[in-house]
């Protein structure tokens, strides 16, 4: 049997929180299987809790509390790391998207989240979190929503959004759900500081193949850059590598469509949605 992954509780609360209950769950003899029999809930679920990777719903918590005789330390530990819900790696990126006066996105897979529809981004969370409850994934939209005021405040920053061609082709959540989001795409690109293009199929390879990718400039100081994967995130702030990743970025911004010819494609990805 593999050893386990080694944990570091310093990495965010929900690895404190994991640390804390394999801790416990040792010092009880159970194996993930067998407390999640107790629960009962799948072992796998344990396993996610233990790696800081899901936090369990307010009553599995309160249960694990009372099967490993925690005497509240799950329950207290739980209320500290609910309170926010985003995970560590991405708040300190958000920290700095709040301040920027400008930001350019190159997105790989999904449309930004500062222009997301609220139907698109819970498809977008419950496909990507599918260990989460409902309860977990309605918080997480509401957050999503509530970042979304950045773009309607009295001073709004640029937003340059460059979309691999895939964004507006792959269907998420039905026809319904992708001609809204790519109506509420159009509408952004109408708008003042705001401006969107495709990056078509027939662009080839491109140097950001990687993943997405955000440049964040700001009235004073280095500009940072963030690069985002699958539920992890690296923010470099290193002035170097932030040149290098922005000159990425601008050889995929000269590789898109122009705004008018991204507009027009996005008609034609609307119309294929249905009318």
């Known amino acids: 049997m593999p050893a386990p992954k080694e944990l570091d509780p310093s990495a965010s609360l929900a690895a404190l929180y994991g640390t804390k209950l394999r801790k416990l769950r040792v010092r009880a003899g159970l194996t993930q299987r067998q407390l999640g029999d107790k629960v009962p809930i799948a072992h796998s679920r344990i396993a996610q809790f233990e790696l800081g990777n899901e936090t369990p719903p307010e009553d599995v918590n309160g249960k694990l509390d009372v099967l490993l005789d925690a005497d509240g330390d799950l329950v207290d530990l739980w209320g500290h790391t609910k309170r ?145 994967a699958d539920h992890s995130g690296e923010l470099v702030e290193d002035r170097a590598m932030v040149a290098k990743h922005s000159y990425r970025y601008d050889l995929v911004h000269a590789q898109g469509l122009s705004p008018e010819a991204s507009t027009a494609l996005i008609q034609k990805a609307m119309k294929e949605f249905g009318t």
Request: charged share 20%.
């Open 84 to 228: 926010t819900p985003y995970p560590d790696w991405a708040r300190k990126f958000m920290a700095y998207e709040a301040r920027a006066c400008a930001m350019h996105k190159y997105m790989a897979h999904s449309v930004p989240g500062l222009l997301q529809t609220e139907s698109y981004a819970r498809e977008l969370l419950r496909l990507g979190l599918p260990w989460c409850m409902s309860e977990e994934i309605d918080e997480a939209v509401a957050a999503r929503m509530e970042r979304q005021a950045l773009l309607q405040s009295e001073r709004p920053p640029l937003l340059w959004v460059v979309l691999d061609e895939a964004v507006i082709r792959r269907p998420v959540g039905g026809n319904v759900v992708m001609r809204d989001q790519l109506t509420r795409l159009m509408k952004a690109a109408m708008t003042p500081r705001v401006e969107v293009q495709i990056l078509p199929f027939a662009a080839g390879a491109h140097s950001a193949m990687g993943g997405s990718l955000t440049v964040l400039s700001f009235e004073s100081g280095p500009d940072v850059a963030y690069l985002e």
